[in-house]
């Protein structure tokens, strides 16, 4: 005779589980929150890590269109412009140039609504000598023609990248 030889036949009962333990769902809850914990402060920080980021590239390339004037013996000059978020470093001819890496068509053009590493950083001023004026003219000796500051924000985030007058030195503070 042939028996099934499960665990009924051996004499164990089989209990059915139709739901959750509150341990289990006490674990699951435990490991939702530290998540929470770690993923909240990620992701309200990236408008700060995109602030600094932003604040960095803005201070290295007014110091490249300042080496670009001292190497090349020419004016060379940044041009921000606040209404689109974006700025490009123009030689002395008023042209685009190069970018040395990138080498793209279009020059050294920086857009902050169209790189997603900043589409929350915006300018939101850029203002250089008595009139204001919105671009920094760097000379063959690597002075600005004035200086001021260019005021980046990204939500309650802010950073302005100063150049002084006279020696043309970049800095960058919250």
């Known amino acids: 005779m042939c028996r099934n030889t499960t665990a009924?036949?051996?004499?164990?009962?089989?209990?059915?589980?139709?739901?959750?333990?509150?341990?289990?769902?006490?674990?699951?809850?435990?490991?939702?929150?530290?998540?929470?914990?770690?993923?909240?402060?990620?992701?309200?920080?990236?408008?700060?890590?995109?602030?600094?980021?932003?604040?960095?590239?803005?201070?290295?390339?007014?110091?490249?269109?300042?080496?670009?004037?001292?190497?090349?013996?020419?004016?060379?000059?940044?041009?921000?412009?606040p209404a689109n978020e974006r700025?490009?470093?123009?030689?002395?001819?008023?042209?685009?140039?190069?970018?040395?890496?990138t080498q793209k068509e279009n020059g050294y053009i920086v857009n902050f609504t169209t790189d997603g590493r900043l589409d929350q950083v915006k300018v939101e001023s850029a203002a250089f000598g008595a009139s204001n004026n919105d671009f920094v003219e760097f000379d063959s000796l690597g002075s600005p023609d004035n200086g001021g500051t260019v005021v980046l924000k990204a939500g309650d985030f802010t950073r302005t990248v100063t150049v002084e007058p006279v020696t043309g030195f970049i800095s960058v503070s919250e």
């Open 8 to 81: 009924q036949s051996v004499g164990q009962t089989v209990r059915s589980r139709a739901g959750f333990t509150l341990i289990e769902l006490l674990i699951v809850i435990v490991i939702l929150a530290i998540s929470a914990a770690i993923a909240v402060p990620m992701m309200s920080s990236a408008a700060s890590s995109q602030m600094r980021a932003a604040g960095g590239i803005v201070a290295a390339d007014l110091e490249y269109a300042r080496s670009m004037a001292i190497s090349r013996g020419q004016k060379h000059k940044v041009v921000f412009d």
């Open 87 to 101: 700025y490009e470093i123009q030689d002395q001819s008023g042209a685009v140039i190069k970018h040395p890496v």
